[in-house]
């Protein structure tokens, strides 16, 4: 398995610190909102990388942080009157409401920055005592021009970057400082502001020492995977890295990951709260099926840009339906399938769209790649079905592996469901009007049944149906 990493721009062979297991750290959302489509494409990204990653077979503890508390929450909170810890707590809820419509599985620990200030305090303090960092009346600062790699993730030269790098930098921080390019690791609270206490006075956590230290407390000091928006890349993650090896000593991560923007419009402009121009995931669940809102992002290489659009999204849903079809038409034939031998031609097929499947995302996690394998997949299953004999067994195999190739992308095929008795009743009085040639009953029960969102398909196996 090749993933291409961030750190050595290039594709690595992916070697595990520790055999059959992945730890994987994503950065999570600040909660001062509702997420929208650019937040969840890197929750949706990571999600069908760690799927992957379990179907081969690999153990993946899959951290992904909350920042609950930070300049954004503190100022949300003086305009709605919340408390910070109450704003963090709605916003949660709300997005695991939301990640949970789009099929996202729950991660394995979902960390606060509030639930481990100790663990907090105590990685500072560890830096200032190891002359890492300084304090300068209650804000510590990191000493980044001593940490000689810096710039080594984002490929910049220390003596070329812009004086404020972090856009989380206030004019007063500057004037503290000994060197424009060092970066708060604790802040001295303003009066009214939620604060700790610390060695260093009232405060509270810079925004980059809280993934250095859940990322190593709940996994490791070196870790496989650190992943998240090619926005995180500069300051972010840059300097998670420096403050992280300053601590430990050790490598920080092994392989980094950065997913691509959600574009909006045909302008391409980048969807953003702070440019206004964004569509929450809250919102858009309402208006359009969230499994086709989770189709539309998953199947776009994590690398590259997804840009949303309406007719995109109606491109996905048709897209969507060509593979809900198809395994629909084969499971309903598993009713009349038989113990027979599997023809050796679509045996040969199946099994060679599976290894198409698993070669593409073996190579970085090309999901576009693997798609086209998963259509022609599709296809195969359509021709199949209609064939005038199916083996139990070769149908059974295609629909299972069918289902788990989808799963990874995170979408959910459909099951039939149990009509009710009066329903039931119906379809049976509508199939031996057809067979009395009684054509105006049977359009009457086809018309009534579509009132009640069940659509009738009558094929040469029967009447089969589904809901609208």
């Known amino acids: 398995m090749q993933i291409y990493n961030t750190l050595t721009n290039q594709k690595e062979e992916f070697k595990p610190v520790h055999p059959g297991k992945v730890m994987m750290y994503v950065c999570g959302p600040t909660v001062y909102n509702y997420i929208h489509i650019g937040n969840a494409r890197s929750v949706v990204a990571f999600d069908t990388i760690r799927r992957y990653l379990e179907y081969k077979g690999f153990d993946v503890q899959y951290v992904s942080n909350f920042t609950d508390v930070d300049d954004k929450l503190i100022k949300a909170s003086q305009e709605t009157g919340m408390t910070v810890p109450e704003l963090a707590d709605k916003y949660i809820k709300a997005f695991y409401e939301d990640i949970n419509a789009l099929n996202v ?70 004037a503290k400082k000994h060197d424009p390019l060092d970066f708060a690791l604790w802040k001295k609270a303003k009066p009214g502001e939620i604060a700790w206490d610390s060695p260093w006075g ?82 858009l669940v309402k208006k359009a099926d969230p499994q086709v809102i989770r189709f539309f992002m998953a199947t776009t290489h994590y690398r590259r840009p997804v840009q949303y659009t309406v007719e995109n999204l109606a491109e996905a849903k048709t897209n969507l339906e060509k593979l809900t079809t198809a395994y629909r038409n084969l499971d309903y034939r598993m009713k009349d399938a ?10 040969r097929q199946f099994e060679q769209l599976v290894s198409d499947y698993e070669t593409a995302m073996d190579d970085d996690f090309n999901v576009q790649n693997a798609m086209t394998s998963l259509y022609e997949f599709a296809k195969l299953m359509n021709v199949y079905a209609e064939k005038e004999q199916v083996s139990k067994k070769l ?19 459909p099951k039939q469901e149990l009509l009710d008795e009066e329903i039931e009743k119906l379809i049976q009085e509508r199939t031996e009007a057809r067979a009395n040639k009684d054509y105006a009953r049977s359009d009457e029960i086809r018309d009534e049944l579509k009132c009640q969102g069940i659509i009738l398909e009558d094929t040469a196996q029967g009447t089969r149906w589904r809901r609208e």
């Open 395 to 413: 149908a059974k195999a295609m629909l299972t592996k069918f289902e788990a190739l989808t799963q990874i992308i995170g979408i959910k095929m």
């Open 105 to 174: 599985e729950r991660a394995t620990l979902n960390p606060r920055v509030m639930e481990n200030m100790d663990d907090i305090i105590a990685f500072i303090d560890e830096l200032v005592q190891k002359d890492a960092a300084y304090v300068v009346d209650g804000d510590v600062y990191f000493k980044t021009r001593e940490f000689k790699t810096y710039g080594k993730l984002s490929g910049q030269s220390i003596n070329d970057l812009e004086q404020g790098a972090s856009e989380r930098v206030t004019d007063e921080e500057q």
């Open 202 to 283: 009232k405060g509270r956590p810079g925004w980059h020492i809280e993934c250095s230290v859940m990322a190593t407390k709940y996994l490791e000091d070196t870790i496989d995977i650190h992943a998240g928006g090619v926005d995180l890349e500069f300051p972010h993650h840059e300097n998670e890295i420096a403050q992280s090896e300053s601590k430990t000593g050790h490598k920080f991560v092994n392989y980094w990951m950065h997913n691509g923007f959600v574009t909006i419009g045909k302008e391409n402009e980048k969807m953003s709260k702070s440019l206004g121009n964004f569509v929450t995931v809250h919102d």
């Open 338 to 347: 038989g113990e027979i031998s599997a023809d050796e031609a679509v045996q």
